[in-house]
């Protein structure tokens, strides 16, 4: 099946910081990816969607300016959290879309853990 | 997209078909009916999908109504590792654009 990498898998960082995640579609190409953040016990939240050559689509309520998305091949999207704070602590989740003639079903990566003291 | 109702959790013993229900009475014409599961602290696994037709894949299988308006997933056999919380979604397919909206899905548990 199609696989999608994520790096790092896990950070931890300091207040104020950035910090860069990357989301690779390993054996196919992707002109959508999907960035997703996860709370404890929440389920998965869209916070934007990545398109390859063009500006990401934020969902209501997701910071633009802080939560910087590229997606500068077909096989690399990166989210950027500018300025971290505590509460940006969380599970931060990619997928890449395959298109399919049956459906446009979505591929997702292991996942980065984010932890900001 | 139309919205699912799932039940919160279940349970089924390892070797038993687990049989996960999934309503979606709002569903519209060109809406696909997708199934992804999440063990825990992994990202999402993409199960099965399908319109209107019965799918079957080597995960597991998908009955959908005759009016669309719900449908079960089948695990076979369930084993251990099947245990997770799965999440049934019904989003646009096909070349359009569609989401994908992830509710509180149903957490499996298979016991041995």
């Known amino acids: 099946g199609a696989v999608v990498s994520q790096h790092p898998s896990r950070v931890i960082c300091k207040s104020g910081t950035s910090v860069k995640i990357e989301c690779r579609s390993l054996?196919?190409?992707?002109?959508?990816m999907f960035w997703y953040r996860q709370f404890p016990k929440q389920s998965l939240m869209l916070m934007a969607t990545?398109?390859?050559?063009?500006?990401?689509?934020?969902e209501q309520g997701v910071e633009k300016d802080k939560f910087l998305i590229n997606h500068a091949s077909l096989t690399l999207s990166t989210l950027t959290v500018t300025s971290a704070h505590p509460e940006d602590s969380s599970f931060y989740i990619c997928?890449?879309?395959?298109?399919?003639?049956?459906?446009?079903?979505?591929?997702f990566g292991p996942g980065t853990r984010l932890t900001v003291l | 997209d139309a919205k699912t109702t799932q039940p919160p959790s279940m349970d089924c013993a390892e070797g038993r078909a687990a049989n996960l229900p999934c309503n979606h009475s709002?569903?519209?014409?060109?809406?696909?009916v997708y199934w992804y599961r999440q063990i825990h602290s992994q990202g999402p696994q993409y199960i099965i999908h399908?319109?209107?037709n019965n799918e079957t894949n080597e995960m597991a299988s998908l009955i959908i109504t005759e009016d669309r308006k719900s449908s079960t997933l089948i695990l076979p056999h369930a084993t251990l590792r099947d245990t997770a919380v799965y999440y049934c979604?019904?989003?646009?397919?096909?070349?359009?654009?569609?989401?994908?909206?992830f509710g509180q899905g149903t957490i499996l548990t298979v016991h041995p």
């Open positions: 997928s890449a879309r395959l298109s399919s003639g049956k459906g446009n079903e979505q591929f």
């Open positions: 054996d196919f190409q992707a002109t959508t």
């Open positions: 990545s398109n390859e050559g063009s500006k990401a689509t934020y």
């Open positions: 709002t569903i519209s014409g060109n809406e696909y």
């Open positions: 399908g319109l209107k």
């Open positions: 979604i019904v989003t646009a397919g096909g070349t359009s654009y569609g989401k994908l909206t």
